[in-house]
């Protein structure tokens, strides 16, 4: 999954937050521009750094691995995705898919730094990360390929009010093995991620429908 947001996303995330332009089936065919050296080993060492976090972690040099996954990861996130700076597209689309993206490097890193919340610090990438930034861009895919127009990521206050029932399942899975009742906290944010879908699918699955 970290392969594909990140692969996929070199392209399309730096897009949608106003970075470059979206990729065509007439952009991805032009000549690519001619890189120097540097330019040219970078996305080889990111695959190797990637790849081989896995393979270190499967061997059980656990931290050693994630940290090696981490940085490029946040190699990614800084350079292509530009994300030390605020959002060229003044859009809440683009601002939560800025935010989700910064939940999915800080859960990676909490993986990495802190093994025995590995798996709270999981909840917080897949939820935050993945799960909001899937919504995110399937928003942005259902306005663009229905023509519906983009109004919507301007005006619309249920980008807000999901990305915030997101979080809130997050955070609740994450301490929940800190409160007096965990399977009540598993229940509270789960209940919080249904809650959200449900709203989403108001907004946006009808006019798929």
């Known amino acids: 999954m ?4 990140l692969g996929i996303g070199s392209k399309l995330i730096p897009a949608l937050l106003g ?5 065509t089936p007439e952009s991805m065919v032009k000549s690519p521009k001619k890189l120097n050296n540097i330019q040219k080993i970078i ?3 990111l695959t190797i750094c990637l790849f081989f976090g896995f393979i270190l ?25 530009k994300l030390n700076r605020f959002p060229q597209q003044k859009t809440k689309m683009a601002f939560w898919l800025w935010i989700s993206s910064w939940a999915l490097l800080f859960g990676i ?8 919340l590995n798996i709270q610090a999981a909840h917080i990438f897949f939820i935050s990360g993945f ?6 861009i399937s928003s942005r895919v259902i306005l663009s390929h229905g023509n519906h127009g983009y109004e919507k990521e301007t005006n619309s206050r249920s980008y807000a009010i999901v990305s915030i029932v997101i979080f809130i399942s997050a955070i609740t899975r994450f301490t929940a093995p800190w409160t007096p009742n965990y399977i009540h906290h598993l229940g509270y944010a789960s209940f919080c991620w249904i809650v959200a879908i449900i709203i989403w699918s ?5 006019k798929l429908i």
């Open 109 to 116: 890193w909490i993986h990495a730094l802190f093994p025995k």
């Open 131 to 136: 799960g909001l930034m899937t919504m995110m």
């Open 202 to 206: 108001y907004h946006f699955l009808v």
């Open 43 to 45: 996305p080889y060492i």
């Open 19 to 23: 970075w470059g332009s979206l990729p």
């Open 57 to 81: 972690e499967a061997f059980g040099f656990f931290i050693l691995g994630r940290i090696l996954r981490a940085l490029g990861a946040s190699w990614i996130g800084i350079s292509l995705w």
């Open 2 to 5: 970290l392969f594909i947001v």
